[in-house]
């Protein structure tokens, strides 16, 4: 089944709580969505393999270490996981960047796709599904299905804030793929909508409400 792992860093349980408050605007929880993307992906790209690397230091030559070429690709699922891309690229500039747009039907909650643009070699890749949200885990399951579909082999989910219920539904229609998440909170509303969670992510990040 697949595994999820709780993010309980001091550092990052404190700016989710920041992000909850609803006096927190646009600007501040843009920043702390991007601060949190980079400490979660510090911890998401634990297993990145090193190789040796021969250096010189201005004092003698050595062996260091680099991350080998094995390819990454940061894929947010829109809108909500733009927010999240900037994080990830402070710490890995090199990486490819793919887009799946997805949105929750209102009456379903079941997600719509209206765009997917992705790096031809995901297959390569080690790919990390960006959303800060998952809720009926509708979306990111879909996003999941996508890069299976065109070949990824390799994908981990990066959520901020999960349900329970989100949790389930991916690891039941993808039992082999990991779950990064900074907290699970208690439930959905009758709207699909986390409790108590942060409100509508993409809303608050781009200021549409
Ligand atoms: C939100 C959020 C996730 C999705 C989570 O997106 O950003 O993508 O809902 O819900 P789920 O787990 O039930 O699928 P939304 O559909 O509101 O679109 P947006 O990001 O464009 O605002
Ligand atoms: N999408 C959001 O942005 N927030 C929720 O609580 C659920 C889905």
Redesign the pocket.
């Given at each position: 089944m697949g595994k999820v792992i709780l993010l309980d860093h001091p550092l990052v349980q404190h700016k989710l709580t920041m992000l909850r408050m609803k006096e927190t605007g646009s600007k501040e929880f843009r920043e702390l969505v991007t601060e949190i993307s980079t400490l979660m992906g510090y911890e998401v790209t634990r297993d990145l393999e090193l190789e040796d690397f021969e250096i010189e230091t201005p004092i003698c030559k050595t062996i260091g270490k680099r991350v080998s070429g094995k390819k990454v690709g940061i894929i947010p699922?829109?809108?909500?996981?733009?927010g999240m891309v900037d994080g990830f690229l402070n710490l890995i500039p090199m990486a490819k960047v793919g887009h799946i747009?997805?949105?929750?039907d209102p009456d379903t909650?079941?997600?719509?796709e209206y765009y997917c643009k992705l790096p031809k070699d995901v297959h390569e890749r080690t790919l990390y599904v960006l959303?800060?949200?998952?809720?009926?885990?509708?979306?990111?399951?879909?996003?999941i299905s996508f890069l299976k579909k065109a070949g990824a082999k390799n994908i981990k989910c990066v959520n901020i804030l999960a349900?329970p219920?989100?949790i389930e539904?991916v690891k039941t229609d993808h039992p082999d793929i990991e779950i990064y998440v900074v907290a699970i909170d208690e439930k959905?509303n009758e709207d699909?909508y986390?409790i108590p969670g942060l409100g509508?992510?993409?809303?608050r990040?781009?200021g549409?409400k």
């Open positions: 699922i829109l809108r909500a996981g733009l747009g997805l949105y929750r909650f079941e997600p719509v959303d800060p949200m998952l809720a009926t885990g509708g979306s990111t399951s879909a996003a349900a219920e989100g539904r959905l699909a986390i509508d992510a993409g809303d990040l781009f549409t």
